[in-house]
Structures are given as C-alpha cells and as structure tokens.
C-alpha cells in the first residue's frame, strides 16, 4: 500500500454532471490531498495527514513542494501509426491549398498510405511506441489510437498488430480502432460498398479473432464514405460487436453524420467543426458523445468546432488530439485543448473534465479518469499551487510526475 502526497490541490473530477457546462467551483479539489493505491488501483483520496493515521502501514512517497493532481489524461482520438511525414502537404497548405485539393494532386492520406505499407511491423511499433511516449510526457494515460494507414485487409492487420506491439512497449494504455474505411484505397477494384463489404467480410471476423480491436471508425465525407455506405457497414459491424465512432462534419454538414451516429448508437461522433445548430440541437437529445479535435483546426488553419454551442446544448463534450501526419501534426494535447478554451470560452473545468472523466466515457472506460476508490491509479501532477495555471500556462507547464496503475512513469 502507497501513499502519494501531499498534494497542495487535488482534482478528484469525482461527482460532476456527464453533461452540459461546468464552472471551476463545481470540481471537488482536496487541498493538501493525499492517494492511498495498492496493485495500481485506488484505495482512498481525501487529506494527507488523515490518509496517514487511517493508513498507517502505507509506505508514503512524499511529495516535496507544491503540486496539483489530478487523473491521468486521456486522448480519445488519434492516428499515431504512421510512417513518413506530411511537411509537404502542410507547405502546400500555407501556400494557400486546402486539404481536400492536396489530397486530390498527390497528397493526403493516400501519400500516408504509401508510406505506412513500406514499413514494417517493428519500424510502425517503435513510431507509436516514441509517440505514446510524448503523449505520457504530457500527462496522458491512455491513448486511443487508430488503423486507417494500410486500407487492405493485410495493410490493416499490420497496422492494428504494430499497435498492440506498441501497446506492450509502452507506458500508457493503448486502445486500438479499426478505420479501415479511412478513404477508398486508390488500388480497390471497386466501388465503395464493395470495399466496405470486403472489410466486413475479411477483415473484421480476422480483427475479432486475433482480438486486435473492439472499435470500428469511418470517415464520413464527401471524399471519403456516403452516409448510406456508412449506414450498412455500421450496422454490420454493430452486429459482429465492435463498438462505433464515427469521423463526421468535418468540412461538409449535409451528409448527416450526425443522425446516422445516433441511428447506430455510436459512442462519439468526432470533427463536427461543420455542425450546424440543427445537428447540434439533435445531439443534444442523444447519448453520442461529440468528441472536437481543435488539433486539426490548428493544423489545418480553420475555425474550431463550436464547442461552447455544445455545451450550451447540454452535450458531454470532450477534446482529442487527433494527432495524425496530415490534419493534425501537433501532437499536443494540452496546448491544443487550452487554444479551444479560450477561443470557444470554456472553463478550466469544462477542459479538464473534456480530457478525464468525460473522455474515458467515449473509450467506455469506466475504470479511470476519476481520482476515486477502486479506479485504476493513473495521476499526474502538475508543480503549482493553483489548478488555473494549468490552463493558463497553455500546454507550456506539464505535469512533472505522472504514475501509471500506481508506478511512478515520470
Ligand atoms: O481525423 N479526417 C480524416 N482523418 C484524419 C486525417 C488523416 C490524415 O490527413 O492523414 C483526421 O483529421
Ligand atoms: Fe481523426
């Protein structure tokens, strides 16, 4: 049995609404807090000097200075197997190209593509595990990361084994997703239903016996996926058991994305930088979580999702990095997520729920993201007296500690 403190303000992200705004007052923060955990999980939070009389067998590891703690970040979406970089898209880019025409003369996920096939399996691991690493650094805990890098059925099988390699050489936990339906591989004989049936019939029975994923995405847009393709593969994959997000409204709104998210109970739809008020309204009377990427909005050079419209609409909104080589080269989750805060005015509290306790919702893991007796000991902490300052600081202060299941990683 530990105990970890004192901390001069403790964060539990315990008790606060699933949904709609929060205000800094609503956060329980214990000051001079204290962790007792035992075999990575959490035994008990409340105040330092009390947790060492209730727990006096507890080995303590003592904290010298002042810091805020609080659960280990969570990023809910990201693209960090890859190969090969994007420089050139992104050059394109300030010289005034938009995503969509890059991709369409050379560029874009496709060039990612090419790339990713090259390498092999140990090269793609080691890429994600360096990468898992920076997140770790930053005080993220657990990282979704995705396929969508390989687009056949053997690339795909690749990518997700790389990751669940990545996954046992790294620190944090790695929570792998299916985006086989990224775009249409430019070297499918076919049209896009024929690929999405291909997928459902050779590569997810594959994916579900090699338990490499229990989560399949799709890019819904005008370059990628139709809804109604969308449609009938979700469905499938829904019926096989895989759990659902979805990539929707990201530069078009008129595809709806959004009420196909809902028709599928998908866990999260993620962009949403094109929602309108309409769609926004409709997610309001649903459980799908809208997940912003503000990563791709400072990658790309265009406006944020409106995430203070859905908070107003009583959405449980949660921020994700994205990180990815072509839309989000960032890879910085905590300066991304405070840049959100001030453009779209949300309060420390509405930021650090969107990456804790609100975020393992959309990962449905219900284990973590909450300083709390029985959940999984995953805590950062940052060297301050005042959690405002992690905001503030806009990414630039990090945690200094951070502890993975119990053991301190940093
Ligand atoms: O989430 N929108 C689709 N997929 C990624 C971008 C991937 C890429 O450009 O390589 C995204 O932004
Ligand atoms: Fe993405």
Not at 216 to 226: G, L, Q, V
């Amino acid at each position: 049995m530990i105990l970890t403190g004192p901390f001069k303000q403790l964060l539990t992200m315990d008790k606060l609404p699933e949904k709609g705004h929060l205000s800094d007052e609503q956060m329980e923060i214990i000051p001079d807090g204290g962790i007792v955990h035992h075999n990575g999980k959490i035994v008990a939070v409340g105040n330092f000097e009390q947790l060492k009389v209730l727990f006096s067998d507890a080995n303590i590891e003592l904290l010298e200075g002042d810091f805020v703690g609080l659960p280990g970040m969570i990023d809910v979406h990201t693209h960090i197997c890859w190969a090969g970089s994007r420089a050139t898209d992104y050059d394109m880019r300030l010289a005034g190209k938009s995503y969509l025409e890059i991709a369409e003369s050379g560029g874009g996920i496709w060039s990612t593509v090419q790339k990713t096939r090259e390498a092999s399996i140990a090269e793609l691991a080691e890429l994600t595990t360096q990468r898992a690493q920076k997140l770790l650094e930053q005080g993220v805990t657990t990282i979704e990361v995705k396929s969508g890098y390989g687009l056949s059925i053997e690339q795909e099988l690749k990518i997700l084994e790389a990751i669940k390699l990545a996954d046992s050489n790294s620190i944090a936990d790695l929570i792998p997703t299916c985006l086989a339906a990224h775009i249409l591989p430019k070297d499918f004989k076919g049209n896009e239903n024929e690929y999405l049936q291909h997928i459902i019939e050779k590569l997810l029975p594959e994916i579900k016996k090699r338990k490499l994923s229990n989560r399949i995405d799709i890019f819904i847009e005008k370059s990628a996926f139709s809804v109604t393709a969308a449609r009938k593969y979700l469905m499938k994959a829904k019926e096989m058991g895989f759990d659902i997000t979805i990539h929707g409204d990201q530069f078009s709104v008129s595809v709806g994305a959004v009420a196909l998210a809902n028709e599928v109970q998908a866990l999260s739809i993620d962009h949403l930088e094109a929602a309108n008020k309409a769609e926004i309204a409709f997610l309001a009377m649903r459980n799908v979580i809208p997940v912003v990427l503000p990563g791709a909005s400072i990658g790309l050079g265009e406006p944020f999702a409106p995430a203070h419209q859905l908070l107003d609409a009583e959405t449980s909104l949660v921020i994700a990095s994205d990180w990815n080589p072509g839309s989000a080269p960032m890879g910085n989750l905590l300066v991304e997520a405070a840049l959100l805060g001030v453009y779209e005015k949300l309060t420390s509290a509405e930021v650090l729920a969107a990456l804790t306790c609100r975020a393992a919702n959309a990962l449905k893991k219900q284990d973590r993201g909450i300083l709390k007796q029985g959940y999984i000991a995953d805590f950062i902490a940052f060297k301050t007296n005042d959690f405002r300052e992690i905001i503030y600081r806009q990414g630039e202060l990090r945690p200094g500690k951070v502890w993975k299941t119990g053991k301190q990683a940093l």
